[in-house]
């Protein structure tokens, strides 16, 4: 056998190296070398399962289509163990080399409700495993397997049952935090995190579940539309269900319901344009959650730190998700590096700063529409545009308005105003803002028929959005209605009393679905949400904060009167999101305040 050797670097090469030094660089290079054995394992199922009879199992006619996180790793590449979600302690790459070597095994060989799937340990290795290495709860879930595994031969280690006890907790308050909300998030993730806990009540060789969370794998499989029997509710008819399952949900939709054909294969880089907005910024989260890359546009990247070094900060690291500097949307060419390689572009960046003079607004977002529209019109890999307009660009909500919009309905009164003569006084601010939105989207229409561009091109128009901020500034924002009646601003509450309010996850869905669903062409989406009043928004913080006392109802309620079709609109969020209608406004205002980030009083 040949000798092998392992170089490696030491401090202070010139003196001899203290007994800790040798210590801490031999555990080094043994991790080392178990990661490489394993990435080798790893690769050596792949190709196993390539070559396995299709007619074997349904499970292997999925493989070639819809390649897993590590299946289309080159030989060449980085162990993906030494990118896992977080740093780890030798103990914890003992138990992570415990679970592969040890687990996997003997739960398939001894479980006898697994031998009717074949390859499961395949499958679990190169799909459940690696779900570990993109998420640092489910990491935790998989570090809980193995010490529950070696506590069934010493179930009096301290240390070992301190760790289980720290990872369950991580998994349960991860859990927590998911489904605790009014509309859970029900994922795959969600789903295996629940699993690997259930995972965890199993009584041993039995494979019979007991506990709150094998029961609960029923509700999450019922809203991911998997069907479980009447007849054998057991925790691994489920589990028979999901090795089934894995590899097509993985690869398709983490979230939706719909298993409609996409315009963009699962993979594909969608570029973002001012990731860090309220609406920016959860339908970056829907893309990545769903197997998508993104490449988000910022101004300033030290702004958006939160984004890569909290909130998404996993997809960061696995490389799902980049941002780029683009300081002035405006600028010619300001896109043009952006959209490299990008399969799909939600064009949400605005000038929002809400300044009455139109020079200062209007030509600016004209030409950034304008910008991108170009940019992915040299860009052969570009196939799909969805643009984020406004309610506002077809009419003023205000009341004794009583105009149906339809395809062809512009508020070029907004232009008018806009433009009057100076001085551009505070109170013109929203007229300027609206003028550049009527503006930029009718030179977006007539680019589309002057061009005639190889892309899809889509609109989401939306009203008043409320629901669950990322980041605090979206709960400060002055058009964020819900801090306004918080802190009782009558000031800003003044400039209208009633409107149609939208789940800002809609509107996310919405793009998602203006993009991936290949039947929706140059679409003009209205997506308004509920009608109401001031005093109905404050009879819900009323009901959500009985403790706190908010300002006085006030009187002549009424509702507005404009109208339009919704049912395109509809229909994709309950083709995409399960979900029949618009989110309800009580359970948008709750996620809200409910949030982290509202840090209102």
């Known amino acids: 056998m ?299 990247l030290s702004q958006a730190s939160w984004l890569v070094d909290d909130r998404f900060k996993s997809y960061v690291e696995n490389g799902s998700l980049e941002l780029v500097a683009v300081p002035d949307l405006g600028a010619e060419g300001a896109f043009d590096e952006a959209v490299k390689g990008v399969s799909a572009i939600a064009h949400i960046a605005t000038i929002s700063s809400l300044d009455p003079n139109p020079n200062n607004v209007v030509p600016q977002t004209v030409a950034g529409t304008v910008s991108i529209l170009e940019a992915a019109l040299a860009e052969p890999s570009v196939q799909e545009v969805v643009y984020t307009s406004t309610l506002l660009t077809a009419t003023f909500p205000v009341p004794g308005n009583d105009i149906r919009v339809e395809r062809h309905t512009w508020n070029d009164a907004a232009i008018e105003a806009a433009w009057a003569p100076p001085p551009y006084e505070a109170s013109r601010s929203l007229l300027s803002y609206t003028a550049s939105k009527v503006a930029a989207e009718k030179e977006l229409w007539k680019f589309v028929e002057e061009n005639q561009p190889h892309f899809t091109v889509n609109v989401v128009s939306p009203a008043s959005i409320v629901g669950e901020p990322l980041h605090r500034k979206h709960a400060d924002s002055p058009v964020y209605w819900v801090s306004s009646l918080f802190r009782g601003d009558k000031i800003a509450l003044e400039a209208f009393h009633a409107s149609f309010f939208v789940d800002v996850k809609d509107i996310a869905m919405l793009h998602v679905a203006a993009i991936l669903d290949p039947e929706v062409k140059n679409a003009r989406l209205q997506a308004w949400g509920h009608n109401h009043h001031w005093n109905d928004l404050l009879a819900i913080l009323r009901k959500l904060r009985p403790q706190k006392e908010f300002i006085a109802d006030y009187p002549d309620r009424f509702l507005l009167t404009i109208s339009t079709d919704f049912s395109d609109s509809i229909a994709l969020l309950k083709k995409w999101a399960g979900q029949d209608g618009w989110r309800s406004l009580e359970g948008s205002i709750a996620e809200g305040i409910d949030s982290s980030y509202f840090k209102v009083e």
């Open 2 to 300: 040949p000798l092998r050797f392992q170089f490696v670097n030491v401090s202070n090469p010139g003196n001899p190296a203290s007994s800790e030094t040798r210590t801490l660089t031999h555990s080094h290079a043994i991790r080392q070398a178990h990661a490489k054995e394993r990435r080798l394992r790893m690769q050596r199922y792949h190709s196993e399962a390539s070559q396995v009879n299709a007619g074997e199992h349904e499970t292997t006619a999925l493989e070639p289509c819809f390649p897993g996180p590590l299946s289309q790793m080159p030989d060449n590449s980085r162990d993906p163990f030494s990118t896992l979600p977080r740093s780890m302690s030798s103990q914890e790459y003992f138990l992570l080399d415990y679970y592969v070597r040890s687990v996997v095994p003997n739960m398939v060989t001894h479980c006898s409700t697994f031998n009717s799937i074949g390859n499961l340990e395949i499958l679990i290795i190169r799909d459940w495993v690696s779900l570990a290495i993109m998420d640092a709860e489910f990491l935790s879930a998989i570090l809980l397997g193995a010490c529950r595994h070696i506590l069934r031969d010493r179930p009096n280690d301290p240390n070992i049952t301190r760790m289980a006890l720290r990872y369950r907790q991580t998994c349960l308050q991860a859990l927590r935090q998911t489904i605790g909300g009014i509309f859970p998030a029900v994922s795959l993730l969600t789903f295996a995190k629940s699993l690997a806990l259930a995972f965890d009540e199993v009584k041993p060789r039995t494979c019979i579940g007991k506990g709150w969370n094998v029961d609960g794998l029923g509700c999450l499989a019922t809203l991911r539309g998997w069907y479980i029997s009447p007849d054998d509710r057991g925790i691994f008819y489920m589990v028979n269900n999901a090795a089934f399952y894995f590899r097509f949900i993985t690869q398709t939709s983490i979230i939706t319901m719909s298993s409609s054909p996409t315009s963009i294969p699962v993979g594909s880089w969608v570029l973002v344009t001012g990731a860090t907005g309220f609406v920016a910024s959860q339908v970056t989260k829907q893309f990545l959650e769903r197997g998508y890359k993104v490449r988000g546009t910022v101004r300033d």
